[in-house]
């Protein structure tokens, strides 16, 4: 008989004592499924669960949180040798949950959870940068970045993931571009950028579609950026019309290098990272990862 593999489900503190979720795990429990549960209080908590998933042999880690949760376990994962890495599931809880709309992991608690223990595992991509922490969802600068990092927690549970364009349009006079140099390859750009997005998937900032075309799967990042020296006008046509050609370059490799003169920030996967020098460097099939049979960022 073939036993089910064991989970570990390493769960952000903040839903720790959700109803509907304990209730979930114990139904999942008492159908025989070998779950474990860790709750997190602080960042490093989920790394470190990893690897005790790691050392007591689990075979599935599930990241029950948003996207700054999923960014924690997948690096965590990442640090391990690649030959015993566990294999990562995705319980979509956070405001945001960019990665996990995009991939089209079920909103519902159960089916989620059944995804991650037992859906099809598909080798997909991380991207490392600075030869440090990885994402696996989308770095993203300027002004998105600026709005995802400031929202503040009070509107997110108000409002959910509307709360970032709400936010970023009542501090519009505050922010403005970011003049840096972007290259790949024989790909060559310098100029002021209003949002940058480089993407492994293809939504970030709670919903905005920064990188459409994008796929975990092909090796690749999909480079977007939004142009404009001039923040309100551009920012309303850029929102009005996705395709507005005139203030959009778009790029695609299988690495990037990123130049400012001033601190520039990214938001890797909702954590930030500043400095004015960044190399985004694909890991191909680096994780693997279970996500539906009909996932739209897989070739
Ligand atoms: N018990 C806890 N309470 C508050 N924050 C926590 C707790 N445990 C971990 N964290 C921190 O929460 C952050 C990740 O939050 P996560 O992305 O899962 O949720 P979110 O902010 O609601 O989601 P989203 O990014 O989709 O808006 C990480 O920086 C992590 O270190």
Known sequence: MKTLASSMLILNGKLANDPILRDTIHQFRERGFDLHVRVTWEFGDAERFVNEAHS???????????????????????????????????????????????????????????????????????????????????????????????????????????????????????LSPDHCEIRSGDFIWEGDALIVGIGNGRQAGGGQLLCPGALINDGMLNLRIFTGESLVPTLLSTLARSEDEEHMIEASGSWFEIRAEHTMTFNLDGEPISGNQFSLVVKPGAVFCRLPPDCPLLK
Do not use: W
């Not at 949760?69 to 997948?74: A, G, H, R, S, Y």
């Not at 294999?87 to 608690?109: E, H, Q, S, V």
């Not at 600075?130 to 969802?137: Q, T, V």
């Open 56 to 174: 007591l042999k689990i075979e599935n880690v599930i990241a029950g949180g948003g996207d700054g949760t999923l960014n924690e376990v997948v690096n965590g994962i990442f640090k391990l040798e690649e030959k015993s890495r566990p294999i990562l599931g995705i319980l979509p809880l956070g405001t945001a949950n960019d990665f996990a709309t995009a991939a089209g992991i079920p909103d519902a608690l159960n089916n989620a959870l059944m995804l991650a223990i037992n859906g099809r595992p598909r080798q997909i991509d991380l991207v490392q940068v600075n030869r440090g922490r990885c994402f696996i969802n989308m770095a993203s600068g300027g002004f998105g970045t600026k709005v995802t990092n400031d929202t503040p927690e009070t509107m997110k549970a108000t409002f959910g993931g509307v709360s970032y364009l709400i936010h970023g349009i009542l501090r519009l006079d505050k």
